[in-house]
């Protein structure tokens, strides 16, 4: 039996109860592997770029993203969806940067309950100083660790596991629509 996070022990079920499919010793040691791996990489990007900028990594991800939008502009509900967050911590993370003047909220002229969040002369400066050490951060963790056909199935892996936990059905319960 294993006993990961993502298994149960075993209780009494009844005859019609289906036992759940436990992951094998493989699938344990990949699980875990990939727990381990992905929490020691946000660990090691946070520390960088809070040491060198101030802000966590998704705060960072924020301001890319906005960097390489029309007008360095979005919805706040596109920047949510895009960082996979829900609104309620895009809501914490645009006040942080707004006080810090990388980001400043702007009404939307057809929607009245609608903003945009809009990276600043400021905040695409501290963008252009900080992202050399992001990418070798990032480089160093990662990429140069992989060779060039691990680095491509790893791309496959995870747009297929994140393909899958987007459904596009109505009602879906993802971060971005919190």
């Known amino acids: 039996m ?5 298994s149960a022990p075993p209780s009494p079920v009844s005859a019609s109860a289906e036992e759940p499919r436990w992951l094998t010793d493989d699938e344990q040691r990949v699980w875990r592997a ?6 020691l990489l946000e660990d090691h990007l946070d520390r960088q770029l809070q040491r060198d900028a101030g802000m966590p990594h998704v705060y960072y991800g924020l301001l890319v993203k906005l960097a390489e939008s029309p007008r360095r502009r979005l919805r706040m509900t596109e920047l949510a969806m895009y960082a ?3 609104r309620s911590r895009l809501s ?9 003047g ?3 909220r702007e009404d939307c002229p057809d929607d009245k309950r609608g903003q945009f969040a809009v990276l600043t002369d400021a905040g695409m400066e501290v963008l252009r100083e900080t ?10 963790a990662m990429f140069d660790r992989l060779t060039t056909e691990q680095q491509k199935a ?8 994140a393909e899958g936990l987007q459904p596009s059905e ?6 971005w629509l919190r």
Request: net charge positive.
């Open 92 to 100: 914490h993370a645009i006040a942080r940067l707004e006080k810090n």
């Open 131 to 140: 992202a050399p050490g992001h990418v070798a951060a990032v480089r160093q």
């Open 102 to 104: 990388w980001v400043r």
């Open 170 to 175: 109505a009602g879906a319960d993802l971060p």
């Open 34 to 39: 990939y727990i381990d791996a992905s929490t």
């Open 2 to 6: 294993n006993t990961a996070s993502t």
């Open 84 to 86: 996979k967050i829900t």
């Open 154 to 161: 790893l791309g496959e892996i995870m747009r297929i596991v």
